[in-house]
């Protein structure tokens, strides 16, 4: 079982699930996004869903061994299980949590910290071009935690 987390949070923040399943003889692995937990990028604003939709196919591509692969993915690891399995053969499983698919609308009006002004997030970000592109927001200022004074610049 390949265990992915969720935006903003890291591998290890799955770990205690894994230890449960692996408890029951599950062998498990889990892998820390790029932007999350250890990993190192050299220009992290560069960094998009697809790669990570990418790296996690080669992943599990290379890593391969004969047995059936379930994929666990958290929030947006849900997502990127479900996009994973329809384009590795390797997948036997997906078993998720929190499907929200930020291209609708609806969803974006939900996930967002600013409710409905999330559903122009889309349209607008056609919009953003050069330094403003790659600018890093990190997740606690654009998800709906309700402590906006953590978001202010230190």
Same mark, same amino acid.
């Given at each position: 079982m390949l265990v992915i987390h969720g935006a903003g949070g890291h591998s290890g923040a799955l770990w205690p699930l894994a230890a449960l399943l692996a408890e029951r003889g599950l062998d498990i692995a889990a892998v820390d996004?790029?932007? &999350? @937990?250890?990993?190192?990028?050299?220009?992290? @604003?560069?960094?998009? &869903?697809?790669?990570?939709?990418?790296? $996690? !196919?080669?992943?599990? *591509?290379?890593?391969?061994? @004969?047995? /059936?692969? !379930?994929?666990? #993915?958290? %929030? !947006?690891? @849900? +997502? $990127? %299980? &479900?996009?994973?399995?329809?384009? %590795?053969?390797?997948? *036997? *499983?997906?078993?998720?949590?929190?499907?929200l698919d930020p291209r609708d609308w609806r969803a974006r009006a939900? +996930?967002?910290?600013? #409710?409905?002004? #999330? !559903?122009? %997030?889309? /349209?607008l970000a056609a919009l953003a071009r050069g330094q403003l592109a790659t600018a890093m927001i990190p997740m606690r200022c654009a998800t709906g935690t309700r402590r906006p004074n953590r978001c202010r610049r230190r």
């Open positions: 996004l790029p932007l &999350y @937990g250890r990993t190192a990028v050299p220009n992290p @604003g560069e960094v998009r &869903y697809d790669d990570w939709v990418q790296l $996690l !196919i080669d992943l599990v *591509a290379a890593e391969h061994d @004969g047995r /059936p692969l !379930i994929l666990l #993915g958290a %929030s !947006i690891g @849900g +997502m $990127l %299980s &479900y996009e994973v399995a329809a384009h %590795s053969p390797h997948v *036997a *499983a997906v078993a998720a949590t929190c499907l939900h +996930m967002t910290r600013f #409710g409905v002004f #999330g !559903i122009l %997030s889309g /349209p």
